[in-house]
C-alpha cells in the first residue's frame, strides 16, 4: 500500500515563527498535493506538484510556499506564521497513470494540526 | 470553476440502517473518488468510480457521469462508519481534485 508519511502530527508555533511541513510517499508518486481543512470550509487545495522541482498554485496559496527536491518529498512552508493559518493540513499523493487511463487515486498522510499563538 | 455539493450535510443513523449520500457536480469531470475521514482525520479512499457501479462489502458507489452526480450506499451501517464523507472531483489528469463539503454520518449502537 502507498504510504504518506507527515512529519508532525501536532505542532504548536508563535505568530511570525517559519513553519515546516514534511510530507513523504514511498510509491513514486509523481503528483503531491497540500490541502487544509477548516471547519464549515472543507478541504481547500494549497498547492500542488507534479514533478520534481515544479509547483502549481491551489485556490488559496498566499502566504504558502512549497519545495519539492525530491520526487517522494513535498514540503509546505509558511515563512511568517499568522494566527489565521491555524489549521488541520493535509498531505496527499497520487500516480500519474496516463491521459485516459483515469486510474488517479488520491492517498493522503494523516494530517498535521497546527495552532498558530 | 466547478461547484460541488453534497447531501445531506449530516445524517444520524441507527445501527443496522441503510443511508445513500449524494454528490452533485456542475461540469463534467474525469474522477470522481469517495473517502471517509475518521474521528481521527485520516482520509481513507473508498472508491474511484468516474462512472458506473462498484461494490466493497457494505459500501457501494453508482456515478452517472452524464446527470453529473454519484451515490454512496452504506448498508447495515456499523458505529465504525461514523465520521465525515467527501466526494472529491478530478480536474485535468491526477493534477487537481475539488472537494464537497462532506457529509457528517453519526451511527449510534
Known amino acids: 500500500d502507498v504510504k504518506v508519511t507527515q512529519s508532525s502530527r501536532y505542532l504548536v508555533k508563535r505568530t511570525g515563527e517559519k513553519v515546516f511541513l514534511e510530507c513523504v510517499q514511498d510509491m513514486d508518486h509523481e503528483n503531491m498535493f497540500w490541502y487544509r481543512q477548516d471547519p464549515g470550509l472543507g478541504l481547500r487545495l494549497i498547492y500542488f506538484?507534479?514533478?520534481?522541482?515544479?509547483?502549481e498554485k491551489g485556490d488559496i496559496p498566499e502566504g504558502y510556499s512549497v519545495s519539492r527536491e525530491k520526487k517522494e518529498r513535498f514540503s509546505l512552508i509558511l515563512e511568517s506564521a499568522s494566527t489565521n493559518q491555524t489549521s488541520m493540513y493535509l498531505c496527499?499523493?497520487?500516480?500519474?497513470?496516463?491521459?485516459?487511463?483515469?486510474?488517479?487515486?488520491?492517498?493522503f498522510g494523516a494530517g498535521s494540526r497546527l495552532t498558530v499563538l | 470553476g466547478i461547484q460541488v455539493e453534497q447531501s445531506p450535510p449530516d445524517l444520524i443513523l441507527q445501527e443496522g440502517a441503510n443511508s445513500t449520500l449524494r454528490c452533485n457536480f456542475s461540469d463534467s469531470v474525469n474522477n470522481l473518488q469517495w473517502f471517509h475521514q475518521n474521528p481521527w482525520g485520516q482520509l481513507i479512499n473508498l472508491f474511484y468510480i468516474p462512472s458506473g457501479t462498484k461494490q466493497n462489502g457494505r459500501l457501494s458507489a453508482t456515478t452517472v457521469a452524464t446527470e453529473r452526480y454519484s451515490l454512496l450506499y452504506i448498508s447495515s451501517s456499523q458505529t465504525t462508519d461514523s465520521g465525515v464523507y467527501f466526494c472529491a472531483v478530478e480536474l485535468g489528469y491526477g493534477q487537481n481534485f475539488v472537494f464537497g463539503p462532506g457529509t457528517r454520518l453519526s451511527v449510534l449502537p
Open positions: 506538484s507534479y514533478d520534481v522541482k515544479m509547483k
Open positions: 496527499a499523493s497520487s500516480l500519474w497513470q496516463g491521459i485516459g487511463s483515469g486510474a488517479n487515486v488520491l492517498t
